[in-house]
């Protein structure tokens, strides 16, 4: 990864026809050559419209978008909307129609030599486990197939800025992790960018460098995956990566002797950081089980502890041989927001 810019988000806004609230307001980041940045949110937050105007396919009423310097053209003034070495793929795959997956590949190869041609052809078909499908056309192909196809041509491409919109979102379970492991292996030796959108925050942990979390149309926070999911900045972001136990006042003064914090709204712990065991340690809070779910490969037991407050925790088996059990988790690891 290099230290240049290629992209600059400036204090952007867009507000759709008459619809009163913006969709994207006051967003401003930059992103770094090389870089895998996730944008995140909830459904909804501006994340597709955020990265249609990132594309050039989206008018912006306030604010820039700079790529390598140059500002972003407004697509209403062009011709084709869209802008060279930008990418886009966006949600709902459209490919090019009456074309086979290997006519297609070879259209965004066509600047090489027939024979380095084939080679990346074959290259990029075995990236995606598209070999079986190079014969197919765009309507012989199912949805996450489609994807996959789509993926290989936006790597194949010249363009050296890709921006994806929930790259796998129809790709089924059993072939998603590959083809994520494969996409963003393959991603880090190509010199691209990649913008991503995800409403799977825990997809952009492993993967990005940079995570852009929007709220309705606001940024929230931006920062390294580490940062974004230890340092949350509010309970929303913290809630993106999985369940937040929130904590009441007398169960951080009655049960973890912890005073409130001055002007502290909200106290919480991820469900991920408590432990239980069915024997007393010292600063274990005491909490009685109330019932089980089934959660596929565990159970989630809820618990009830002595000022009322409820608990959820994970584990293997249906019910605890002891009704009594007995939760702790480091201090350090509760969250307190304003
Ligand atoms: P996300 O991708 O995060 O789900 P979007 O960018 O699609 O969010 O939408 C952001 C907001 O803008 C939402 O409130 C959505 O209803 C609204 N919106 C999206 N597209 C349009 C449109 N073409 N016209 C009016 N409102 C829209
Ligand atoms: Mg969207």
């Not at 963003?184 to 691209?192: M, T």
């Not at 990005?208 to 940024?219: P, T």
């Not at 809630?239 to 919480?268: M, T």
Request: charged fraction near 25%; aromatic fraction near 10%.
């Amino acid at each position: 990864m290099s230290n240049k810019t290629v992209l600059r988000v400036e204090n952007l806004r867009i507000v759709y026809g008459n619809v009163e609230q913006p969709a994207v307001q006051d967003v401003s980041f930059k992103v770094k050559a090389g870089e895998c940045v996730a944008i995140i949110g909830e459904s909804g937050s501006g994340k597709s419209t955020l990265l249609r105007a990132i594309a050039c396919l989206q008018s912006c009423d306030e604010g820039k978008i700079l790529v390598d310097d140059q500002l972003l053209p407004d697509p209403m003034q062009l011709l084709v909307k869209g802008y060279a070495g930008i990418r886009y793929v966006s949600q709902d795959t459209v490919l090019p129609r009456l074309r086979t997956v290997e006519d297609m590949l070879r259209y965004e190869l066509r600047y090489f030599h027939a024979e380095e041609q084939t080679l990346l052809v074959d290259q990029y078909l075995d990236i995606f486990s598209l070999q079986e499908f190079r014969d197919r056309k765009d309507t012989e192909l199912s949805g996450g197939q489609k994807q996959r196809v789509a993926l290989s041509l936006a790597l194949a491409s010249d363009a050296g800025l890709l921006v994806l919109d929930e790259p796998f979102n129809q790709i089924d379970v059993i072939t998603r992790e590959k083809v994520k492991e494969q996409l963003f292996s393959y991603f880090r030796s190509s010199g691209k960018t990649l913008i991503m959108v995800t409403h799977d925050a825990l997809d952009a942990l492993p993967w990005s460098d940079k995570i852009v979390v929007l709220r309705d149309g606001h940024l929230l926070q931006v920062g390294t995956p580490e940062k974004v999911y230890e340092k949350p900045v509010d309970m929303y972001v913290a809630s993106l990566f999985g369940p937040v136990q929130l904590l009441s006042k007398k169960q951080l003064n009655d049960l973890l002797h912890i005073e409130w914090p001055n002007r502290c709204r909200y106290a919480g712990i991820r469900y991920n950081d408590v432990e239980h065991q069915l024997s007393k340690t010292k600063n274990a809070i005491q909490v009685k089980w109330i019932r089980s779910y089934y959660a596929g490969k565990q159970y989630k037991w809820l618990l009830q502890d002595a000022t009322g407050g409820e608990w959820m925790v994970y584990a293997a088996n249906k019910e605890p041989s002891n009704k009594m059990i007995y939760l702790h988790f480091p201090l350090s690891q509760i969250f307190f927001f304003k």
